[in-house]
């Protein structure tokens, strides 16, 4: 019924930039909050960054800075881009997204995960 896909992981050297995409679809009315977490081998999943539906913007102080998130509304994406990458960077990232479905139920939901790896 809802997938979010995500797209644009790869492997960079420090310094380097990575542009993600997390593409919605599905039966939703609205989504008002999508936003990107990341989780590290050994470690809890994090949030990095969310935007509202108005496009408040939020970071986690780790990337505050260097990564900008945004979305288009008409395409139903979110898009997360990542500048002056370092190596704790180095993470799972996830789209997650919050919204309604036709009728008001809530939904939240998560993507399959795209890997980051910034080399030294």
């Known amino acids: 019924q809802v997938q979010l896909v995500e797209s644009g992981g790869g492997l960079v050297q420090a310094g380097g930039s990575l542009r993600l995409s997390c593409a919605a679809s599905?039966?939703?009315?609205?989504?008002?909050?999508m936003g990107w977490y990341r989780q590290a081998p050994g470690k809890q999943r994090e949030l990095v960054a969310r935007?509202?539906?108005?496009?408040?913007?939020a970071y986690a102080e780790a990337v505050k800075g260097r990564f900008t998130i945004s979305r288009d509304n008409a395409k139903r994406t979110v898009y997360l881009q990542m500048n002056s990458l370092k190596p704790e960077d180095t993470a799972v990232y996830y789209c997650?997204?919050?919204?309604?479905?036709?009728?008001?139920?809530?939904?939240?939901?998560w993507g399959q995960g795209t890997q980051v790896t910034v080399s030294s």
């Open positions: 935007v509202t539906s108005g496009g408040s913007t």
């Open positions: 599905g039966s939703i009315f609205s989504f008002n909050v």
């Open positions: 997650h997204a919050q919204g309604n479905f036709y009728g008001g139920t809530s939904y939240n939901g």
